[in-house]
């Protein structure tokens, strides 16, 4: 087990990054299990002796890194050495004042920290979850884990090297965001009313047509009525009217 644990050791040292346990296995030539224990093993010893070097798991990942305290010092000789300076920052905003939404991020950190975000994302540090127009942004396990964090209260601790948050610019950028969703749902709201009052007027004025239509043809049928009750009473004037005797026709 003792030179498992190393030939697993020296893979990781090699990789430089995350390798796949199941290609660990392949190279030292040894099965899941049996490596499996020997990386927790490993991983125990970097822990134990507070190195300045750790081993992680990440899902079927493994690897072998700088603890986040050094970091700054190895970036100063390898930049690309996990997370680069301003990612870093971009996550330091985003640690201190978690969950926060992507647009409050934007607003402090410009458009470059959309790519930040996707990385971050991306290595799990962060969780991306869909919120109106924006997304929410969430501290993952893994990420209270890489930096050895217990929990919220020593994020403030262990980030200020990196970043000093302005307060005022997040509660600024949060002030805005809200404005803007405010103003939108006024601005929804008075749209939607435009045709519900269309609506209503179209309703009013159908309305008065029916009665107008109703009005016509009650009048129509009084037209008829009328005109039905004048037919007899014409037929009896003319029955009572007086023949009128014409000259030379009557016998005296």
């Known amino acids: 087990m003792n030179d498992l644990k190393k030939q697993a050791e020296a893979v990781l040292f090699a990789a430089g990054n995350k390798i796949e346990i199941n290609e660990i296995a392949r190279l030292c030539r040894t099965d899941i299990n049996s490596l499996k224990q020997a990386l927790k093993e490993l991983k125990k010893d970097y822990d134990e002796k507070n190195s300045s070097l750790m081993v992680s798991e ?17 970036q100063q000789i390898n930049p690309h050495t996990e997370l680069d300076k301003t990612t870093i920052e971009t996550l330091a905003v985003i640690a201190w004042k978690a969950p926060i939404l992507q647009s409050d991020v934007i607003k402090t950190r410009t458009n470059k920290a959309y790519d930040h ?12 979850q869909r919120h109106g127009r924006s997304y929410m942004l969430k501290l993952s396990q893994k990420f209270f ?8 209260k020593d994020i403030k601790e262990r980030f200020k090297e990196f970043v000093d948050i302005d307060e005022e610019e997040l509660k600024k950028a949060g002030e805005e965001r809200l404005k803007k969703e405010d103003d939108a749902k006024k601005a929804k709201e008075e749209a939607e009313e435009v045709p519900k009052q269309t609506k209503e007027q179209d309703k009013k004025e159908e309305e008065l047509e029916e009665t107008k239509e109703e009005a016509e043809e009650k009048l129509e049928q009084t037209t008829e009525q009328d005109e039905k009750e004048e037919e007899p009473k014409e037929i009896q004037e003319e029955t009572e009217k007086p023949i009128e005797k014409k000259p030379g026709l009557v016998k005296e």
């Open 58 to 74: 990440e899902g079927n990942f493994w690897k072998l890194t700088v603890r986040e305290a050094y970091m700054p010092l190895v």
């Open 117 to 128: 975000i996707k990385e971050l994302v991306d290595s799990g540090f962060l969780i991306k």
């Open 145 to 152: 884990e890489y930096f050895d964090l217990k929990d919220k």
